[in-house]
C-alpha cells in the first residue's frame, strides 16, 4: 500500500514552453502533497504544500507564478513549470501524506531536462 | 535555526561489512525522525519512523536509534549488500501551529564493494 506515482518519469522541453508533471496516490486519499527538486548530490528542497481544494503554500524563493501547482483531488496533484528555462533542470519529487498520520510517501521523481 | 546534519557525507565499504550513518538535529518541537534510503535517480523510500517515546526501530538490516535527549539518530546497516549502495537521508519533523514541517538532512552516499 501507499504508492505514489508520477508521471512522466523524464521530458525533455525546450526552453520557453510550459512542462506539466502528475503526482498520484494510488491506494490513499493524500490530504496534503509536498513537491520538491533535487539538484544532482543534492538532498531535496521542499519548492511548496498544497491541501486539496485550497492553494498551494510556496517556500521561500520559489516563484508561484513559474510554477504552477493544482490539488484538484484527493489522489492528485500536478505541478506544471511555465516557460521553463535550462536552470530549471532538476529531478522533481512529489509526496503525499496523510494528517494527523504525519507519513509521507515519496513518488519516484521526474527529470526535467530544458534545452 | 532548525537543523539536521548528517555523517558522514560519503561512505565506501566492503560488501557483507556493518556501518553506522549519524544523524544530528537542533529540531524544536520535535515530532518524528525518519530515516530514508534513495537510490540514484528515484523518489526516497521509508526506513524507519521514531517518535520521541522511541529509542530504536528495525526494518530488516536496517537498524535506527534515537537520543531524544542528546538529539541525536543513527542508522545502523548489516551485512551490507551491493543493493545497499544508496543515498541515506534523515528527516526530522516538526510540529506547529497545526502543520508538520519536514526537515531534510543532506544525506549520507553509501557505495558498498564487492
Known amino acids: 500500500g501507499a504508492v505514489v506515482s508520477q508521471h512522466p518519469s523524464w521530458v525533455i522541453c525546450k526552453s520557453g514552453t510550459s512542462v506539466k508533471i502528475e503526482c498520484r496516490s494510488l491506494d490513499f486519499q493524500a490530504t496534503t502533497m509536498f513537491w520538491y527538486r533535487q539538484f544532482p548530490k543534492q538532498s531535496l528542497m521542499l519548492m511548496a504544500t498544497?491541501?486539496?481544494?485550497?492553494?498551494?503554500?510556496?517556500e521561500q524563493g520559489v516563484e508561484k507564478d513559474k510554477f504552477l501547482i493544482n490539488h484538484a483531488s484527493l489522489t492528485l496533484s500536478t505541478l506544471t513549470v511555465t516557460s521553463a528555462h535550462p536552470e530549471d533542470s532538476s529531478f522533481y519529487i512529489c509526496?503525499?501524506?496523510?494528517?494527523?498520520?504525519?507519513?509521507?510517501?515519496f513518488g519516484p521523481g521526474t527529470r526535467l531536462t530544458v534545452t | 535555526k532548525n537543523q539536521v546534519e548528517q555523517s558522514p557525507q560519503s561512505l565506501i565499504i566492503l560488501e557483507g561489512k556493518n556501518c553506522t550513518l549519524q544523524?544530528?538535529?537542533?529540531?524544536?518541537?520535535?515530532?518524528?525522525l525518519r530515516w530514508y534510503k534513495q537510490d540514484t535517480g528515484r523518489g526516497p523510500v521509508s526506513l524507519t519512523i521514531?517518535?520521541?517515546s522511541e529509542n530504536t526501530k528495525s526494518n530488516g538490516r536496517y537498524t535506527a536509534t534515537l537520543d531524544a535527549d542528546t538529539k541525536q539518530s543513527s542508522l545502523h546497516i548489516t551485512a551490507s549488500q551491493l543493493s545497499d549502495s544508496a543515498s541515506y537521508i534523515c528527516?526530522?519533523?516538526?510540529w506547529g501551529s497545526g502543520t508538520y514541517k519536514y526537515i531534510f538532512g543532506t544525506g549520507t552516499r553509501l557505495k558498498v564493494l564487492a
Open positions: 544523524c544530528n538535529y537542533t529540531v524544536s518541537p520535535f515530532s518524528n
Open positions: 521514531m517518535t520521541f
Open positions: 528527516v526530522v519533523s516538526e
Open positions: 498544497s491541501n486539496e481544494g485550497s492553494k498551494a503554500t510556496y
Open positions: 509526496s503525499a501524506g496523510t494528517v494527523p498520520r504525519y507519513e509521507q510517501y
